[in-house]
């Protein structure tokens, strides 16, 4: 049976909750859909310190507020993977377990990680892509960090606290994090760098045993023995279900203006999926405020 709500929300990350919140407020009936997990990247940082006003939060403890915020405001909120959407005068979404109607969407879909497209990547024993779930199985361990952005600095600051030590592998010669987070890291005694450097090949045979490094100046290949590769190397749009609606840019993002409004009349898009210069918690949650806001108003119109 279809069930018909104002504004459907797809994607339960910082956007997408700060959507719900805001649609509640504003008095519609908002059902918002999460194929994953609420709080979505941000639920696998060990510690945020540029949310204004709760510094050092960290991520888990910061997407249960959000999800506890928004179903205390009455906004519905399942674990279902929209498939895909139809447009029309209302807009049927449909999911694993059902479908249903509303007059506007917002589709804050998100990212989703980059792999290294290496041979055993996703079989490994050893190869993980969050440090806070799973850096506590390589307690006391020698570990790897891929990566040059903010992610691969945050999980190498965590890990340096639980492992024996701590190797971070960039392929370019500079970070691309924050000054203030490097500069803690080099104050670790157990973590070391890798510049100019890219992982090779990976290892093992059921477990990571290694990893084979390639120096990009020299061209030399070296072996570094780690129990655990910790990939950050960065992220890619999810596949939404709403391609086959809108014209996506070439690297699958979501064109919208400055009112999150899609070319579609009554779709908006909020957070990380949208073409945007800065993707990160304060303007996913500004963008799910502001969609949520067109959203409502979208349907007094309608
Ligand atoms: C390790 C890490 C650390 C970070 N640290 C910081 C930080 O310190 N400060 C900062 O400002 N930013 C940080 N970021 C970036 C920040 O987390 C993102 O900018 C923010 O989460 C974007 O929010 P979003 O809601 O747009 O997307 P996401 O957080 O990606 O959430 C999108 C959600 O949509 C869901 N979804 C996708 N497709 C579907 C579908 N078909 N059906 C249902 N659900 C779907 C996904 O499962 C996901 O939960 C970090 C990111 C990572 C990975």
Not at 91 to 105: E, H, I, N
Not at 132 to 157: E, I, P, T, W
Not at 277 to 299: F, I, M, N, S
Request: aromatic fraction near 6%.
């Amino acid at each position: 049976m279809e069930t018909q709500y104002d504004i459907v929300i797809v994607g339960g990350g910082p956007a997408g909750l700060t959507a719900a919140i805001y649609a509640r407020r504003a008095g519609r009936s908002v059902l918002l859909l999460e194929k994953e997990g609420f709080g979505g990247q941000i639920a696998s940082s060990p510690r945020v310190e540029n949310y204004p006003g709760l510094p050092g939060i960290s991520g888990a403890a910061l997407s249960d507020k959000l999800f506890s915020q928004a179903e205390a405001l009455g906004a519905r909120l399942e674990l279902e993977e929209v498939q895909s959407i139809q447009d029309g005068s209302l807009k049927t979404v449909t999911t694993d377990y059902g479908s249903y109607r509303c007059k506007a969407l917002i589709l804050a879909t998100g990212m989703k990680r980059r792999t290294l497209g290496l041979s055993g990547e996703e079989t490994l024993q050893g190869v993980s892509w969050c440090a806070v779930c799973d850096g506590a199985f390589y307690r006391d361990s020698d570990v790897a960090v891929c990566g040059g952005g903010n992610a691969a600095l945050q999980d190498a600051l965590f890990l340096s606290g639980i492992c024996h030590s701590v190797t971070v592998i960039h392929r370019r010669d500079t970070f691309r994090g924050y000054q203030m987070l490097l500069e803690e890291l080099r104050r670790c005694p157990n973590v070391s760098f890798r510049m100019n450097t890219t992982v090779d090949a990976l290892l093992g045979e059921t477990a990571l045993t290694g990893l084979s490094l390639r120096d990009a100046v020299t061209g030399k290949v070296s072996a570094l023995p780690v129990s655990a590769l910790f990939e950050a190397v960065g992220q890619l749009p999810q596949r939404t279900p709403a391609e086959t609606l809108l014209p996506l840019d070439d690297a699958g993002f979501i064109p919208s203006g400055e009112g999150c409004r899609t070319p579609v009349s009554g779709v908006f898009s909020a957070g990380d999926c949208r073409v945007k210069e800065v993707r990160q918690l304060t303007t996913a949650c500004a963008d799910g405020a502001v969609a949520a806001v067109a959203a409502a108003r979208y349907c007094q119109e309608h």
